[in-house]
T-cell receptor
């Protein structure tokens, strides 16, 4: 499979716990994005990496959220001290240029 | 004003009819425009991209772009039940980093 891979696909956690999601982009894509999507809404931009550099972060990304892309390959998104409002689908996408983004299947987070 | 607006409610169309979806955007400098299809519980899938004013056709899909009016639309001809999904309009903003801003989507239901 040469598409964008995300795991875990589903995560149920209790409020206050930390969670981490992983994204493996398409191998030749140097740009990687994280989005968050809640029911009935379009994806909302969270952060962007070009290679290993995090070049943009949304104001939506509170200090409980941190993302990394060591070595410019896979990326992780960690949410600390989860809150019920963090429940959403977390989408990773990758691209090579100022054109289309290709999305992974997403990681669905439920915070109880 | 939201960056990308899709204001129409759910759209029901008979099988074989044309479905028409509209989207407006706020950044006059935007250069790249996309339509994604999203089935329930799945991630967005790119179906059309358009970069120049006018029409672009791909199979049963036609995207139309009018930069002066900051308007992009999608037509689905000969609608099929498999077209039943949410359609997301996405715009690449001129601020750089290829950040796509999404509308909230329009649900299309094709009635057999």
């Amino acid at each position: 499979d040469t598409g964008v891979s995300q795991n875990p696909r589903h995560k149920i956690t209790k409020r206050g716990q930390n969670v981490t999601f992983r994204c493996d982009p398409i191998s030749e894509h140097n740009r990687l994005y994280w989005y968050r999507q809640t029911l009935g809404q379009g994806p909302e931009f969270l952060t962007y990496f070009q290679n290993e550099a995090q070049l943009e972060k949304s104001r939506l990304l509170s200090d409980r959220f941190s993302a990394e892309r060591p070595k410019g390959s896979f990326s992780t998104l960690e949410i600390q001290r989860t809150e019920q409002g963090d429940s959403a689908m977390y989408l990773c996408a990758s691209s090579t240029s100022d054109r289309e983004l290709f999305f992974g299947e997403g990681s669905r987070l439920t915070v109880l | 004003q939201k960056e990308v607006e899709q204001n129409s409610g759910p759209l029901s169309v008979p099988e074989g009819a044309i479905a028409s979806l509209n989207c407006t955007y706020s950044d006059r400098g935007s250069q790249s425009f996309f339509w994604y299809r999203q089935y329930s519980g799945k991630s967005p899938e790119l179906i059309m991209s358009i970069y120049s004013n006018g029409d672009k056709e791909d199979g049963r899909f036609t995207a139309q772009l009018n930069k002066a009016s900051q308007y992009v639309s999608l037509l689905i001809r000969d609608s099929q039940p498999s077209d039943s999904a949410t359609y997301l309009c996405a715009v690449n903003f001129s601020g750089g980093n290829n950040r796509l801003a999404f509308g909230k989507g329009n649900q299309v239901v094709v009635i057999p």
